[in-house]
């Protein structure tokens, strides 16, 4: 299985982050799929994740201004950040949680990542 | 400022075995949630290192191991080699924050 985000590399303040993640070699059902950044030079922060039924759980810091969602038939995740601020600039991973049907199993394969930039 | 806490950094010579820690507390690691473990090479993802306190994904060394106690997990690697030199991060869940939570990373330099 494979994860591919992609999206703009550059947001302006207070605008929306969208990034989709793509997954082939494998299906989206079954899995809970989640979305971790990484600020420049910091560690990791989780998002959130979502499942194949389209339920959600989001870190409660950014749950005012987060999205996620799913199209198993594409096979791909979407996330929405809204409001975003300089402190938003990260890098942005997906990921999958190990087990089928299990949330907190280890997220045991990751998107390469894609950068986003937070500026005017 | 995380609620798991690692080591900053630790260092070793090829050969010994060094240990990092990651500290939680009663309602993450305390609450007999799952531990996970990734490693992170410079300019790249992290990848599952160790899963459900000490579990080894296929093709992970058995120099990787962890032991775990009350409120702590500790990661040791045995026999460090160059390519182990990487960021390592803890990873459980909190049920105070209702959040999966990260430690803030440890660097290790192989000397």
């Known amino acids: 299985v494979l994860l591919q985000e992609s999206g703009p590399g550059l947001v302006k303040p207070s605008e929306t982050l969208s990034l989709i993640c793509s997954v082939s070699?494998?299906?989206?059902?079954?899995?809970?799929w989640n979305w971790i950044r990484q600020s420049p030079g910091k560690g990791l922060e989780w998002i959130g994740f979502v499942f194949h039924t389209g339920s959600t759980n989001y870190n409660p810091s950014l749950k005012s201004r987060v999205s996620m969602s799913i199209d198993t038939p594409k096979n791909q995740l979407t996330l929405e950040l809204r409001s975003v601020t300089a402190a938003d600039t990260a890098v942005y991973y997906c990921?999958?949680?190990?087990?089928?049907?299990?949330?907190?199993?280890?997220?045991?394969?990751w998107g390469r990542g894609t950068t986003v930039t937070v500026s005017s | 400022q995380s609620v798991l806490t690692q080591p900053p950094s630790v260092s070793g010579a090829p050969g010994q075995t060094v240990t990092i820690s990651c500290t939680g507390s009663d309602s993450n690691i305390g609450a007999d949630f799952a531990v996970h473990w990734y490693q992170q090479l410079p300019g790249t993802a992290p990848t599952l290192l160790i899963f459900d306190d000490n579990n080894r994904p296929s093709g992970v060394p058995d120099r990787f191991s962890v032991s775990k106690s009350d409120t702590s997990a500790s990661l040791a690697i045995t026999g460090l080699q160059a390519d182990d030199e990487a960021d390592y991060y803890c990873?459980?869940?909190?049920?105070?924050?209702?959040?999966?939570?990260f430690g803030g990373g440890t660097k290790l330099t192989v000397l």
């Open positions: 990921a999958r949680d190990s087990v089928v049907k299990t949330p907190l199993s280890g997220l045991d394969v």
């Open positions: 990873q459980s869940y909190d049920s105070s924050l209702n959040a999966v939570i």
């Open positions: 070699g494998g299906s989206t059902t079954n899995y809970y």
